[in-house]
């Protein structure tokens, strides 16, 4: 029996799945922000999406998950930014200038940015789920330290420890920048953060 090739019929499933997952987020971030977090239910969210409820917990298993959803890929972004870094170049200053990445929507969109740090900083079950989320990032970075390199460089607890303080950074980074209603300079702000913890 011939075997058929189901690999770009599969592409265009996941193209297609990743379009509605990406248009149900941005409605359930749009509710959210112009409701609020705790008056909105997963039942809202469908219905302000045109979808049954068991349809959008396919693609979202809690409310969190659907504003946040747009952070998912932010983690491998950021592993394939810190492994284009030059392998000659320290831990700590590839790991800042990798952040780069992240920071650059804050940079092209201020406005839309301190919204939407601001809903997730403000509303405590949304900073907790991002927590989990860039926890998650960490062993991506600490994968992307040591392969860019040498793929055989052990994965090691200082190499942990510089992911986790970079993320740090960022997220201290990010509460001043807020504190300051987006007055002060994100950038100026994570520089200095990671300039408090260089050694030497």
Same mark, same amino acid.
């Given at each position: ?9 599969t592409?265009t499933?996941d193209?297609a799945?990743a ?29 302000a999406?045109?979808?049954s ?12 998950d659907?504003?946040?959803g ?5 983690g491998?972004?950021?592993a394939?930014a810190?492994?284009d ?10 790991l800042? &200038?990798s %952040?780069? @990445?992240?920071?650059?929507?804050? !940079?092209? #969109? +201020? $406005? ?7 809903l997730?900083?403000g509303?405590p ?5 991002q927590?989990?989320k860039?926890?998650?990032? &960490?062993p %991506?970075? @600490?994968g992307?330290?040591a392969? !860019?390199? #040498? +793929? $055989? ?15 740090e950074?960022l ?14 300079d994100?950038?100026?702000?994570? #520089?200095? $953060? ?7």
């Open positions: 029996m011939r075997e058929v090739n189901a690999g770009p019929r592409r499933r193209i799945r379009a509605v997952r990406s248009e149900l987020a941005q409605v359930a971030y749009d509710l959210i922000r112009r409701e609020g977090f705790d008056k909105v239910t997963v039942s809202d969210l469908a219905a999406a045109g979808v409820r068991s349809t959008f917990l396919r693609y979202f298993g809690t409310k969190e659907a504003v946040l747009a952070l998912d890929a932010q491998e972004q950021l394939d810190l492994r870094r030059p392998a000659d170049e320290d831990d700590w200053t590839a800042r &200038r %952040l780069d @990445v992240l920071v650059e929507p804050y !940079r092209l #969109d +201020p $406005a839309e940015a301190l919204a939407t740090t601001r997730i900083m509303t079950a949304l900073c907790t789920r927590r989990e860039q926890n998650s990032w &960490r %991506l970075l @600490v992307a330290l392969e !860019r390199t #040498d +793929p $055989a460089r052990p994965f090691t607890v200082a190499l942990s420890v510089r992911a986790g303080a970079a993320l950074c997220n201290t980074a990010l509460d001043h920048w807020i504190v300051s209603d987006g007055d002060l994100l950038v100026d702000l994570l #520089d200095e $953060a990671f300039a408090a913890l260089t050694i030497g």
